[in-house]
């Protein structure tokens, strides 16, 4: 996958299969265009592209807002180039990006710049000033310019339409379910083993601390089922996400989140871990003995190996 820093840097002689938009979580829904990408690339002799923004405009138009992402952007250009995408472009966002009109950003950009052949787009796609633009707009333009133009009907599960918020609501909710059947692939999180508080070793369960993404979205608190990639290995593991109420005895807004890999004994610090979220055990829970939580540590392990199996 070729990688550009923005719109004015691309450059390619094929013709261009061309979608837009943040592709966060890169979930069922984008995986369809994706897939429709690559079909009509094959039959015309081009290249797939995705046009998407760093900041996100939302974050680069309300700079207080706190704003967490399924797949920050390395991880999504990892998903994004794994699915055989040809071209990123990754255009800088910034008010003045955000006033080019509807009109202008066909014209100047998608056509005069980018050279589309085709533009494909989800079904509740929306750009440009205001996010005035839509399928009606560019059904005009694709006839006054002469690209080809489709629209990606929504994807469902659960009667629910399939969607980045929906799935952040989802895992903040705990319906792990519902998030994995979306994306197509178990959630994941990715981080470095920094040091921690050494409390599990102190049980018997010696835990990797791991330092994320600071805009990465962590799930609910609670106990998960995990897979966890290390050297090109899958190890089943159970993760803790939470703030370690038994032990701890301050409180906290931020969030620890630790991993026990099964029969595994050797060093893990620096190392980088993918840990894919495979089943939601139970909450997070405040024991009266270190002991207590040492036997629910136990039969954590013994359901997440009957579940891994």
Avoid: C
Avoid at 7 to 33: A, C, K, N, W
Avoid at 49 to 78: C, G, I, M, N, Y
Avoid at 149 to 157: H, P, S, T
């Amino acid at each position: 996958m070729k990688r550009f820093s923005s719109i004015d840097s691309f450059s390619t002689q094929s013709p261009i299969v061309l979608t837009i938009g943040m592709f966060d979580g890169v979930h069922l829904g984008h995986r369809e265009i994706l897939s429709a990408q690559k079909e009509i690339a094959q039959n015309i002799g081009g290249e797939t592209a995705l046009l998407t923004f760093d900041p996100h405009p939302r974050k680069a138009l309300q700079k207080d807002e706190d704003l967490f992402f399924l797949s920050p952007l390395e991880e999504k250009a990892q998903k994004l180039e794994s699915l055989g995408l040809d071209n990123l472009i990754v255009q800088p966002f910034d008010k003045a990006f955000s006033e080019i009109t509807p009109e202008e950003f066909v014209e100047k950009v998608l056509f005069e710049k980018l050279h589309l052949h085709t533009l494909i787009i989800g079904h509740d796609h929306r750009f440009g000033k205001g996010r005035a633009g839509d399928f009606d707009l560019l059904q005009k333009y694709s006839t006054k310019l002469g690209f080809s133009l489709l629209q990606i009907e929504a994807i469902q599960k659960r009667q629910k339409v399939v969607s980045s918020s929906k799935i952040r609501t989802a895992l903040l909710g705990g319906d792990l379910d519902f998030a994995n059947h979306s994306l197509g692939d178990f959630y994941s999180l990715q981080g470095k083993v920094i040091e921690g508080k050494k409390i599990g070793q102190t049980l018997g369960f010696p835990t990797a601390n791991l330092q994320m993404h600071p805009q990465k979205l962590i799930p609910k608190k609670g106990v998960y089922a995990v897979w966890v990639k290390l050297d090109g290995k899958k190890i089943k593991g159970v993760m803790n996400i939470g703030s370690n109420p038994t032990v701890s005895q301050e409180r906290s807004n931020s969030l620890s989140v630790e991993v026990h890999l099964l029969d595994f004994s050797s060093d893990l610090y620096d190392k980088t871990l993918e840990v894919s979220l495979v089943s939601y055990l139970r909450e997070e829970h405040k024991f009266f003995s270190l002991l207590e939580l040492k036997e629910q540590i136990a039969k954590d392990i013994e359901l997440a190996k009957d579940i891994l199996d």
